[in-house]
């Protein structure tokens, strides 16, 4: 099974920075990586998938790129509705598989 | 109108069984490859099992084979995940996902989510 690692695994911050994360897969998956926006009570949504393509609606300031086993999720300009906690997912192979998530707080 | 519902999720003791739904709209449900995903209190997500959109490509996270099986009726526009022998590690929400190709037939995220159904096993 490809493990998925992010980091950090929290994260403060304040609206207006420029924050990153970082998940890396523990073998080669070329650019099959997802990550996805969770906020409590909801269910996930897809921000960008084959690792730098923007799903449609999601907004400009969220960006992602890598590629092989290292990949970062990029907000530009942090907006109060952005704090959340953060999903990486892998679909290079079966089984599919998560990272443990990044929680982003408010500073 | 919301695309994905779930429903069939309750209080079950362990080694009971429960089938969940998923009941589809708005999209073309019979050209959809699926997921069940699930998510423990205050834990991760966990991908529990795949389906190609006519039944052809199944998957299972290994731990959960030969207790879980997924299935769907198009016509139904139903997509289904039967739980047997169920175990307290089981107890979660249960989300049902629409899976996201591009390019060629890459295959992507899950791009559309049901709200959830909650699945508790306790005695």
């Known amino acids: 099974d490809i493990h998925m690692t992010q980091s950090p695994s929290s994260l403060s911050a304040s609206v207006g920075d420029r924050v990153t994360i970082t998940c890396r897969a523990s073998q080669s998956i070329t650019n099959y990586l997802n990550w996805y926006q969770q906020k409590s009570g909801e269910a996930p949504k897809l921000l960008i998938y084959?690792?730098?393509n923007v799903e449609s609606g999601v907004p400009t300031r969220f960006s992602g790129s890598g590629s092989g086993t290292d990949f970062t999720l990029t907000i530009n300009s942090l907006q109060p509705e952005d704090f959340a906690t953060y999903f990486c997912q892998q679909s290079y192979s079966f089984p599919i598989t998560f990272g443990q998530g990044t929680r982003l707080e408010i500073k | 109108e919301v695309p994905l519902v779930e429903s069939g999720g309750g209080l079950v003791k362990p080694g009971g069984s429960l089938r969940l739904s998923c009941e589809a709209s708005e999209f073309t449900f019979s050209n959809s490859a699926m997921n069940w995903v699930r998510q423990a209190p205050g834990k991760g997500l966990e991908w529990v099992s795949y389906?190609?959109?006519?039944?052809?490509?199944?998957h299972y996270a290994d731990s959960l084979r030969g207790r879980f099986t997924i299935s769907r009726d198009n016509a139904k526009k139903s997509l289904y995940l039967q739980m047997n022998n169920l175990r307290v590690e089981d107890t979660a929400v249960y989300y049902c996902?629409?899976?996201?190709?591009?390019?060629?037939?890459?295959?992507?995220?899950?791009?559309?989510w049901g709200k959830g159904t909650t699945v508790t096993v306790s005695s």
């Open positions: 389906i190609s959109s006519g039944s052809g490509y199944i």
């Open positions: 996902a629409r899976v996201r190709f591009y390019g060629s037939g890459s295959l992507g995220g899950m791009v559309v």
């Open positions: 084959g690792a730098f």
